[in-house]
């Protein structure tokens, strides 16, 4: 089994971090190797990766502590887990531990990929790609954390989709008018039959 760790200290408190956190649908947004994320109900969910391939599966949801950690585990499809844990380290910071652990695809031929460098390269990507989550936290505009905003951040159409310098993100709009699934602001799940 492959395992990855990353860590980052992003300047927001832990409230806003684990909401952002709690929207798989929003992981394509800042994770290149996660694709689409679809829910079948609050607890259960369909990803589509690109790492080395095509891969899917079918997770659900464990380990979740309100403001502390998010967890998933594949039923179907790519073996996985993942766990997200979230620690206030100083007023207005929060330390973001990400944890991902799977089966290489391919028996042991997958696992001679990942000894012959697929494994280092997506920890490097997983460490650019949380770092990159941190910057766009940190210099996101007034009601741009707020899943229910129509300035929220991971809204189509954001700067961060053109890759546009980290400045010209605070001048970015959107008319994109979705918002987050019914009763995220409460139990910080979607609802059934969204896609995310």
Known sequence: MAEHHVS???????????????????????????KEVTYYDD???????????????DAVNEGWIS???????SIDGLQNT????????DTGQTMVDVFLN?????????????????????????EE???????MVEEAPPGALDPMSS??????????RSHQPPGRIHGARSNDDRRAPPGARHNHRPAAGRVL
């Open 8 to 34: 980052v200290t992003v300047r927001a408190p832990v409230r806003q971090v684990y909401t952002l956190f709690t929207h798989f649908n929003d992981f394509p947004k800042f994770m290149r190797f996660v």
């Open 43 to 57: 607890q259960r969910s369909h990803w589509v990766v690109q790492v080395g391939g095509r891969h899917e599966w």
């Open 67 to 73: 403001d502390q950690q998010i967890g998933w585990r």
């Open 82 to 89: 993942g766990r997200v844990k979230f620690t206030p380290v």
């Open 102 to 126: 799977y089966t290489p695809p391919a028996g042991v031929l997958g696992v001679a990929v990942e000894k012959l460098g697929m494994d280092s390269h997506f920890q490097s990507v997983l």
């Open 129 to 135: 790609d949380i770092q990159h989550f941190a910057r």
């Open 151 to 160: 300035h929220y951040l991971f809204h189509e159409g954001r700067a961060w």
